[in-house]
């Protein structure tokens, strides 16, 4: 079935995205990690049902907005930075979390763990798009499964 699969994978991906994010940059680890997100990556977009379903009206549960998040600074000195799309309510209780864990994370791995456990346990979705040494940026999103036409 399209959605436990979906779901497998995307709870599968979150795993892999958190082995990369505590690994040494660039170790075999680390390298052997990425190469597992990027894979189970690929899976789900060989799940994707296409752009009708893209085209499809919204779900009536409420409007999607994105929300900016940071950038926020932390006592190591990198700066996150990111965005929050989903329902409205939705986004703006993850963002309220996020700026909860950015006033108690201490380092840059802290923070990311910690924002792979916020977006499972809220149905959330999150890309890393950008580590740089001093910065992250992020983006998160409502795993909303898409409905199906008749």
């Given amino acids: 079935m399209l959605t436990e699969d979906h779901a497998r994978l995307v709870a599968v991906l979150g795993r892999a995205r958190l082995r990369v994010a505590s690994a040494m940059p660039h170790s075999p680890e680390w390298e052997a990690a990425a190469a597992a997100v990027g894979a189970f990556e690929l899976e789900l977009d060989?799940?994707?049902?296409?752009?009708?379903?893209?085209?499809?009206?919204?779900?009536?549960?409420?409007?999607?907005?994105?929300?900016?998040f940071g950038p926020i600074s932390l006592p190591d000195t990198v700066t996150i930075r990111g965005a929050i799309s989903g329902r409205r309510d939705r986004a703006q209780a993850v963002r309220r979390e996020l700026r909860d864990l950015a006033?108690?994370?201490?380092?840059r791995q802290v923070f990311m763990r910690e924002l792979?456990?916020?977006?499972?346990?809220?149905?959330?979705?999150?890309?890393?798009?950008?580590?740089?040494?001093?910065?992250?940026?992020?983006y998160a999103w409502e795993n909303v499964s898409p409905t199906l036409p008749a």
């Fill in 46 to 68: 060989a799940l994707d049902p296409g752009p009708a379903l893209r085209n499809a009206a919204p779900p009536p549960t409420g409007a999607t907005i994105t929300i900016d």
């Fill in 103 to 107: 006033d108690q994370a201490t380092t």
């Fill in 116 to 138: 792979e456990r916020l977006a499972i346990r809220n149905s959330f979705v999150v890309e890393v798009g950008a580590v740089e040494r001093t910065s992250v940026t992020f």
